[in-house]
């Protein structure tokens, strides 16, 4: 049974930093593709990060460019999300997602690409 399980949310104020974490459990790790996906009060969910877990490359929403990171550690089977100058517009739930069909991203954070989904965890930012 696959889970992936996040961890790593909080509240902070605007400037600050968070790391969430995703960590999967049951998958077959080495050639999958990694996302987080967000999504705010009232606000449909976003792509905000993915990451190939075969090559390392990686892909941010415009929005987080420059201020987030996707990473990995393959050991852990984790998965991470280094957040810097937070904004109030970066609150919401942080779902990990996991696309294991196709051997790799496509990087267009469709969500019906993404088999696999966390709970999630929530991120508050003020201002």
């Known amino acids: 049974q696959v889970q992936l399980h996040e961890s790593g949310g909080g509240s902070v104020q605007a400037g600050g930093s968070l790391r969430l974490s995703c960590a999967a459990s049951?998958?077959?790790?080495?050639?999958?593709?990694m996302a987080w996906f967000r999504q705010g009060p009232g606000k449909e969910r976003e792509g905000v990060a993915a990451?190939?877990?075969?090559?390392?490359?990686?892909n941010y929403a415009d929005s987080v460019k420059g201020r987030f990171t996707i990473s990995q550690d393959k050991a852990k089977n984790t998965v991470y999300l280094q957040m810097n100058s937070l904004k109030p517009e970066d609150t919401a739930m942080y779902y990990c997602?996991?696309?294991?069909?196709?051997?790799?991203?496509?990087?267009?954070?469709?969500?019906?690409?993404?088999?696999?989904w966390g709970q999630g965890t929530q991120v508050t930012v003020s201002s």
């Open positions: 997602a996991a696309d294991s069909r196709r051997g790799g991203c496509t990087w267009y954070f469709s969500i019906d690409e993404y088999n696999y």
């Open positions: 049951g998958l077959t790790y080495s050639n999958n593709c």
């Open positions: 990451i190939w877990t075969g090559s390392g490359g990686t």
